[in-house]
């Protein structure tokens, strides 16, 4: 399976899951776009920080 999990970085440096199991990311220039594999869509102010594919897992941050 090729889906990561989504998470944001907040002020502190934690992160906080957003989204499960995506599989289609399209960054634009000031908002992340994500779709899963359920079809469940968001848009997400902020731009690709990490992207740790091995761990399924894509950072974001504001």
Do not use: Q, W
């Not at 889906?3 to 960054?27: C, F």
């Not at 220039?29 to 897992?57: C, P, Q």
């Amino acid at each position: 399976m090729c889906e990561s999990n989504v998470y944001i970085l907040d002020a502190n440096g934690e992160r906080s899951l957003i989204m499960e199991s995506v599989d289609k990311i399209v960054p634009g220039e000031k908002d992340v776009y994500l779709e899963n594999i359920f079809g469940e869509r968001k848009t997400v102010k902020g731009h690709i920080k990490e992207m740790a594919l091995v761990d399924h897992s894509i950072i974001l941050a504001k």
